[in-house]
């Protein structure tokens, strides 16, 4: 694919004096700081609540199109309805310890890989950009400093402890052009059609449950001219080498997570979901499916993680 496509670059608005950013559908709550905002539930109190971010559309529903259907949690077969909320007791569990996890079971190669995507975006000064499932905030603490004053950027997950850390994490780096909100990637409901240049959504995407609804829903948030980024586990090219892929996956990773983060459980759960997600080329089928133009993928260290990138013409 030729690099001479570039996503759109355009001037961000202000935020008029209704509080309503230029990418949401409706405002978010009024005079409170962005990123200390309450809950859009809660009523507003004479006492902030800071540890508070905006919740569109958390739970699973019908709107999905899963109800009463079945889907992988791991190698486990589940109600769909049941997975957003095991998914989420998972990364609940190992929020605070999930940076020093990613070091350790990547041998710092996670860094590596992050920066080949950030690469691979084509991000410029002025550009919005949308981060989905962005957790901790590593991706959108470099797209802050790219897109820079005149752009911004929004850190969402459907993980309020994970946004939490992430949110913490960039407001202590002094990103000032990070709006944090949490959201389901599924419908990524409170954003407007055509409002970012560019989309990512880094190790991420295999814990959702209904995938292709999630790449409608980034397809149509895209602005003509945008690109959406996947970084994600992927599957091994080399037979030998997935062989020891996977003996390490499932024997020293559970054990990391025991001994780090006190939780076995949930770095097997780790391991199955890479293995439940869908191959490279299935993958570029379902964006391709979702209306995404000229994608492709790189394979980083042997398959073990992709890199898919698409755009919206």
Not at 117 to 142: C, E, P, W
Not at 292 to 302: A, I, M, R, S, V
Request: charged share 20%; proline share 5%.
């Amino acid at each position: 694919m030729s690099n001479e496509i570039q996503t759109s670059t355009t001037t961000p608005s202000a935020q008029n004096s209704d509080n309503v950013s230029p990418f949401l559908t409706e405002p978010l709550p009024q005079g409170i700081p962005q990123g200390q905002q309450q809950s859009l539930e809660q009523p507003l109190t004479d006492t902030p609540i800071t540890h508070s971010i905006p919740k569109y559309n958390l739970p699973r529903g019908a709107n999905t199109g899963n109800v009463g259907s079945t889907t992988h949690f791991g190698y486990k077969t589940i109600n769909s309805e049941e997975k957003a909320q095991k998914v989420a007791e998972v990364f609940h569990s190992v929020a605070s310890k999930y940076d020093i996890m990613n070091d350790l079971m990547s041998f710092g190669i996670h860094r590596l890989w992050k920066r080949f995507a950030i690469n691979m975006s084509g991000v410029r000064r002025g550009q919005h950009v949308l981060d989905i499932a962005g957790g901790t905030g590593d991706l959108a603490k470099v797209f802050s400093r790219e897109v820079g004053p005149t752009g911004h950027v929004v850190l969402s997950d459907i993980n309020e402890s994970m946004l939490n850390v992430g949110r913490d994490r960039l407001i202590d780096a002094g990103c000032t052009n990070v709006d944090y909100v949490l959201a389901n990637a599924e419908t990524l409901e409170p954003f407007a059609d055509n409002s970012f240049d560019l989309v990512t959504i880094s190790f991420g995407l295999r814990n959702v449950t209904d995938k292709d609804a999630a790449l409608e829903a980034m397809y149509r948030v895209l602005k003509p001219g945008g690109r959406l980024l996947i970084l994600e586990f992927s599957k091994p090219v080399f037979e030998p080498f997935s062989k020891l892929y996977d003996l390490y996956s499932f024997t020293a990773l559970p054990i990391m997570g025991k001994i780090i983060a006190n939780d076995a459980e949930s770095y097997k759960y780790l391991a199955e979901s890479i293995r439940m997600h869908p191959d490279q080329r299935t993958l570029k089928g379902m964006m391709e499916h979702a209306g995404f133009q000229n994608c492709d993928y790189h394979n980083l260290t042997g398959g073990i993680v992709a890199v898919h990138r698409g755009f919206k013409l």
